[in-house]
């Protein structure tokens, strides 16, 4: 029997979602999946997992039609496995190009057969006051047809996988072009933008949630206050889940009339969830 194991990383839950989605889809046509965060796995763990299975997949958010940091690292990571068979996934809010093709890329590298990329549209993340022209929402009303869509691309993908019909998406030319275009200034600034995040502390309440949060270690206590490293990676999980919106954005605090931050695909979504071992 096939197995698979599915590598992720998300920021503030859409991936999860979409990782999830996809871990039962190919379940429920025989091809049991193993799902792990990036952040959860432990020493010697990745190349057990590796080892163990036929199918491998890879899924993470597009931040300027790039990789998180933490995918990128992970990536460059994994040894040499030539022809293991290997699909990559994105999300992303409206467009990135070839956001899948860029990990596909270092998995190919790496000697991979890339079988399958895909690109998913999510619900916008991004809430941070500075950027109030692009909107989001929490409500379910709106969210939920978003998800729906997704589903349905979900399916779409389990489905050519378990027929082993290959399909890359976000792979010709003028993708890449598209992508590009938003990726080359990313990169140029994204190192000046690190420093960004930071913690009004007349709001905050200490309890220490934006530290155990953040994927990078970003966040320290220093001197009774929450400082940052200017290592920021923009996963806008800190931002979007202080239960007082006590963390800033180039030192602005969100705008509650906007509603609260975005809190993720389902309701009362945990972001906690996103550092373990084990996903359910």
């Excluded at 990536?75 to 956001?99: A, H, N, Y």
Aim: charged share 25%; glycine share 10%; hydrophobic share 35%.
């Amino acid at each position: 029997m096939k197995k698979a194991v599915l590598f992720f990383f998300s920021g503030t839950g859409n991936t999860w979602w979409v990782a999830r989605e996809l871990a039962r889809a190919l379940e429920v046509r025989g091809i049991p999946t193993e799902l792990r965060s990036i952040e959860g796995l432990e020493a010697g763990e990745t190349e057990r997992l590796l080892a163990g299975a036929d199918l491998v997949g890879a899924g993470y958010p597009v931040y300027g039609s790039d990789l998180p940091r933490p995918m990128e690292a992970f990536l460059e990571g994994l040894p040499q496995i030539p022809g293991k068979r290997v699909f990559v996934f994105c999300t992303q809010w409206m467009w990135s190009g070839d956001g899948a093709r860029v990990g596909a890329a270092m998995l190919r590298n790496k000697g991979f057969d890339i079988r399958w990329t895909e690109q998913f549209l999510m619900p916008n993340n991004i809430s941070t006051t500075p950027t109030w022209f692009l909107p989001y929402t929490n409500e379910k009303g709106r969210i939920n047809p978003v998800l729906a869509r997704a589903r349905r691309r979900v399916l779409r993908l389990s489905d050519r996988i378990q027929k082993d019909r290959p399909r890359r998406k976000g792979c010709n030319p003028l993708s890449r072009l598209s992508g590009g275009i938003q990726r080359v200034p990313f990169r140029w600034s994204f190192e000046s933008w690190q420093d960004d995040v930071g913690v009004d502390m007349d709001r905050c309440i200490r309890c220490g949630r934006c530290i155990r949060l953040c994927p990078v270690g970003n966040l320290r206590w220093e001197d009774g206050a929450v400082r940052a490293r200017g290592e920021c990676i923009l996963c806008l999980r800190c931002y979007n889940f202080c239960p007082v919106s006590a963390v800033t954005y180039r030192g602005r605090r969100h705008n509650m009339e906007r509603g609260k931050p975005y809190a993720g695909p389902v309701r009362n979504f945990r972001p906690e969830i996103l550092r373990e071992r084990r996903q359910p």
